[in-house]
């Protein structure tokens, strides 16, 4: 199992009740994102989100991508993810050959159909015909992506640069046990988490596995470490909750109403009521969406994601309120400490506990 980064660029309100500066946000994105590298940290993916306010500062993900590649010389760099109703194939097709180069080689890409009515709203794009669209959108970027060539009005095009043969290989986001089965059936690999308990995405990827074994799979979580099992908890704790807080504002349209299209949301529509009443670090938790802790607490919890079968864990630092110092801390005792023990085939399976 390899540890990569999700780095959402959240800005929670500070003890002033002001967001951080969204310049401090992409200088911060700069430095961890070098140590990250330094560490050995498989791979940073970046959202792209649109219209939510401090929820996340990632509206260009390839403009950031692109800064991180100068920076940096081995971590990878993935787009997680690019919502192809709201974007012309050819331009992504482009950005991904450009960055390619720019990176040497590291760019690693997700697609998917967005999950937030305000962002297709946006856009203008009507969510009821964001599935036709993607399917649509996906084949032609492959087509893109695959020729590096673009018939259109009975004219013939050349992409340049042209895309290179690295970047064939592709991510889907995966939520509904649908879309499992459609990313399988497309045979890219799967993004998954953090929309429903870890029980439920557990069963949808060994389905998905025994439908397409040479696909990858990789589950975000978020994550934080430190020495003092209480004191981990303490700092991160409340970060963490407000970004769940977060997710349930900007996913509760298409959660709690009857959305054409994201009729598996409103199936979920359930946990809304519930994660609002009792949401706690303990809960998510329980729920398989969090670890937190101590080394031993969280080596614990990842081992039982790594016998799991998953192929990488992908990290939420905290809820966007720790600072650089704080975050490459608690990557550094992740890759020192937790990962060898993980990934020790003499080590015995320990059963999840919950913790308040």
Same mark, same amino acid.
């Given at each position: 199992?390899?540890?990569?980064?999700?780095?959402?660029?959240?800005?929670?309100?500070?003890?002033?009740?002001?967001?951080?500066?969204?310049?401090?946000?992409?200088?911060?994105?700069?430095?961890?994102?070098?140590?990250?590298?330094? $560490? /050995?940290?498989?791979?940073?993916? &970046? +959202?792209? #989100?649109?219209?939510?306010?401090?929820?996340?500062?990632? @509206?260009?993900? *390839?403009?950031?991508?692109?800064?991180?590649?100068?920076?940096?010389?081995?971590?990878? $760099? /993935?787009?997680?993810?690019?919502? &192809? +109703?709201? #974007?012309?194939?050819?331009?992504?097709?482009?950005?991904? @050959?450009?960055? *390619?180069?720019?990176?040497?080689?590291?760019?690693?890409?997700?697609?998917?159909?967005?999950?937030?009515?305000?962002?297709?709203?946006?856009?203008?794009?009507?969510?009821?015909?964001?599935?036709?669209?993607?399917?649509?959108?996906?084949?032609?970027?492959?087509?893109?992506?695959?020729?590096?060539?673009?018939?259109?009005?009975?004219?013939?095009?050349?992409?340049?640069?042209?895309?290179?043969?690295?970047?064939?290989?592709?991510?889907?986001?995966?939520?509904?046990?649908?879309?499992?089965?459609?990313?399988?059936?497309?045979?890219?690999?799967?993004?998954?988490?953090?929309?429903?308990?870890?029980?439920?995405?557990?069963?949808?990827?060994?389905?998905?596995?025994?439908?397409?074994?040479?696909?990858?799979?990789?589950?975000?979580?978020?994550?934080?470490?430190?020495?003092?099992?209480?004191?981990?908890?303490?700092?991160?704790?409340?970060?963490?909750?407000?970004?769940?807080?977060?997710?349930?504002?900007?996913?509760?349209?298409?959660?709690?109403?009857?959305?054409?299209?994201?009729?598996?949301?409103?199936?979920?529509?359930?946990?809304?009521?519930?994660?609002?009443?009792?949401?706690?670090?303990?809960?998510?938790?329980?729920?398989?969406?969090?670890?937190?802790?101590?080394?031993?607490?969280?080596?614990?919890?990842?081992?039982?994601?790594?016998?799991?079968?998953?192929?990488?864990?992908?990290?939420?630092?905290?809820?966007?309120?720790?600072?650089?110092?704080?975050?490459?801390?608690?990557?550094?005792?992740?890759?020192?400490?937790?990962?060898?023990?993980?990934?020790?085939?003499?080590?015995?399976?320990?059963?999840?506990?919950?913790?308040?």
């Amino acid at each position: 199992m390899e540890v990569d980064l999700f780095l959402e660029l959240a800005r929670p309100p500070g003890p002033d009740g002001v967001p951080t500066r969204i310049s401090n946000v992409y200088d911060d994105l700069i430095t961890i994102a070098k140590a990250a590298d330094k $560490l /050995g940290i498989g791979a940073i993916w &970046l +959202p792209e #989100h649109h219209f939510l306010g401090d929820y996340s500062a990632s @509206a260009a993900p *390839d403009m950031l991508l692109a800064a991180l590649a100068r920076e940096t010389t081995s971590v990878r $760099l /993935g787009f997680a993810i690019l919502p &192809l +109703p709201i #974007h012309d194939p050819v331009r992504v097709a482009e950005r991904l @050959a450009t960055l *390619d180069i720019l990176s040497g080689g590291r760019v690693m890409w997700g697609v998917g159909r967005g999950v937030t009515k305000t962002e297709l709203d946006g856009f203008g794009v009507d969510p009821s015909n964001t599935r036709e669209q993607f399917i649509v959108r996906l084949a032609e970027l492959r087509q893109y992506i695959n020729t590096g060539m673009l018939d259109r009005g009975g004219q013939h095009f050349e992409l340049n640069p042209a895309p290179s043969p690295r970047l064939r290989e592709g991510w889907m986001a995966a939520v509904s046990p649908e879309s499992f089965d459609l990313a399988a059936q497309l045979r890219l690999s799967v993004l998954t988490g953090p929309f429903k308990p870890w029980p439920m995405i557990n069963a949808d990827l060994k389905r998905y596995r025994a439908a397409y074994p040479d696909g990858s799979t990789s589950f975000t979580m978020a994550t934080y470490c430190g020495l003092d099992h209480e004191e981990s908890r303490y700092r991160a704790g409340p970060g963490i909750l407000w970004a769940y807080r977060r997710i349930l504002d900007v996913t509760r349209t298409m959660m709690v109403q009857q959305v054409a299209g994201y009729e598996h949301y409103r199936k979920l529509g359930w946990l809304t009521p519930l994660l609002e009443g009792v949401l706690s670090l303990g809960v998510l938790e329980t729920l398989g969406l969090a670890c937190v802790g101590d080394p031993d607490h969280v080596t614990k919890r990842l081992r039982t994601l790594n016998q799991s079968g998953v192929d990488r864990i992908s990290m939420v630092l905290g809820g966007g309120d720790l600072d650089v110092s704080e975050a490459i801390n608690s990557l550094e005792l992740m890759m020192r400490d937790v990962m060898p023990r993980v990934l020790s085939a003499d080590v015995t399976a320990v059963p999840l506990e919950v913790t308040g």
